[in-house]
């Protein structure tokens, strides 16, 4: 890692760690599915905040971000339900179709394999039935 980059990496570290502890001071007793319940959804600018302008300015947009996260996540076989359910909510509101969604799950199966990307999909599904109107195209 160049020193710019892990100056960077530094503070967007140090900068999780300070919103976690402003959420719960102990984390010892973290909760992911109360999380979700608490915080569904964030609006889509406090998404392209966080998630777009924040950790990379001229990089990619929230949409795309929450899209690269949902790949990562399908293949390491989509065990963490709860985050993957936030994550595709938000990519939602962030402005990706169901359909891109789906795509994006179905290309990871090459990656992290059938039973992840089954799994994945089956996340999505409940996460698109759930939204008034949103199904797959």
């Known amino acids: 890692m160049t ?3 892990q100056k960077m990496f530094q503070q967007m570290l140090a900068q ?3 919103m ?3 959420f719960n001071p102990a984390l010892e007793h973290f909760d992911m599915k109360s999380f979700e319940k608490m915080f569904p959804t964030m609006p889509a600018d406090m998404l392209e905040m966080w998630f777009g302008k924040t950790f990379n300015r001229d990089g990619l947009d929230a949409k795309t971000r929450l899209l690269v996260t949902i790949a990562a996540m ?3 076989g989509a065990m963490a339900e709860p985050q993957m359910r ?3 909510r938000h990519a939602i509101e ?3 179709k169901p359909r891109e969604i789906a795509e994006v799950i179905y290309q990871m199966g090459m990656f992290g394999g059938l039973p992840a990307m089954q799994k994945a ?3 999505a599904q ?3 039935a759930e939204s008034e109107g949103s199904k797959p195209a």
């Open 20 to 22: 976690a502890r402003a």
């Open 74 to 76: 399908t293949v390491q």
């Open 16 to 18: 999780g760690q300070e």
């Open 86 to 88: 936030i994550t595709i």
């Open 126 to 128: 409940s996460v698109f």
């Open 94 to 96: 962030a402005g990706a």
């Open 3 to 5: 020193d710019p980059f």
């Open 121 to 123: 999909l089956e996340i």
